[in-house]
T-cell receptor
Framework: DTAVSQTPKYLVTQMGNDKSIKCEQNLGHDTMYWYKQDSKKFLKIMFSYNNKELIINETVPNRFSPKSPDKAHLNLHINSLELGDSAVYFC???????????????FGAGSRLTVL | GENVEQHPSTLSVQEGDSAVIKCTYSDSASNYFPWYKQELGKGPQLIIDIRSNVGEKKDQRIAVTLNKTAKHFSLHITETQPEDSAVYFCAAISLRLNQFYFGTGTSLTVIP
């Protein structure tokens, strides 16, 4: 079973369009994240939700809006896409309490967004 | 906030040699230091971690060392193999504050 799954894996779209990326985790974790990885491989945190409540909102344009219908899902909606939005977007999740040896942050496989 | 620096950004080694990647952090509240390996087309995967009350941890060919006083930690890979080729990320985490900070990544190439 995939622990953190995100769809779609690839997304090619035109500038100005609106698109969404979905994420689901079956680990029972309480916190979910969206990271953006640019062409230089930098991993930059965008948002974090804990039990459906927004707890981290880094400097991200208002065109990006996360939505968490329940603690197992965190979707990312992007309005008016721009060329600079092209990147790989990773969803991740973590538990509130860590036991020894537990993996504190589990990533999905990524969604590659290409804006033409 | 935390600032995690990672060096080098790229590293090439011959198969069988050792590879070392170093990271420094700034926030003394950070108490957990995982290392992630990202293979092409995949998400980062945890390979080893160390907590602030431990100075060294080893798992087969990989080891991590932590110097809390100097605020730096390192990943050591011995007897490198071509399948070790990937991008490696260090991270400094405050478990209490639930905050994660990643290094800028090291692209490791193992030459057969």
């Amino acid at each position: 079973d995939t622990a953190v799954s995100q769809t779609p894996k690839y997304l090619v779209t035109q500038m100005g369009n609106d698109k969404s990326i979905k994420c689901e985790q079956n680990l029972g974790h309480d916190t979910m994240y969206w990271y953006k990885q640019d062409s230089k491989k930098f991993l930059k945190i965008m948002f974090s939700y804990n039990n459906k409540e927004l707890i981290i909102n880094e400097t991200v344009p208002n065109r990006f809006s996360p939505k968490s219908p329940d603690k197992a899902h965190l979707n990312l909606h992007i309005n008016s896409l721009e060329l600079g939005d092209s990147a790989v977007y990773f969803c991740a999740s973590s538990p509130d309490r860590w036991s020894s040896g537990a993996n504190v942050l589990t990533f999905g496989a990524g969604s590659r967004l290409t804006v033409l | 906030g935390e600032n995690v620096e990672q060096h080098p950004s790229t590293l090439s080694v011959q198969e069988g040699d050792s590879a070392v990647i170093k990271c420094t952090y700034s926030d003394s509240a950070s108490n957990y230091f995982p290392w992630y390996k990202q293979e092409l087309g995949k998400g980062p995967q945890l390979i080893i971690d160390i907590r602030s009350n431990v100075g060294e941890k080893k798992d087969q060919r990989i080891a991590v060392t932590l110097n809390k006083t100097a605020k730096h930690f390192s990943l050591h890979i011995t007897e490198t193999q071509p399948e070790d080729s990937a991008v490696y990320f260090c991270a400094a985490i405050s478990l209490r504050l639930n905050q994660f900070y990643f290094g800028t990544g090291t692209s490791l190439t193992v030459i057969p």
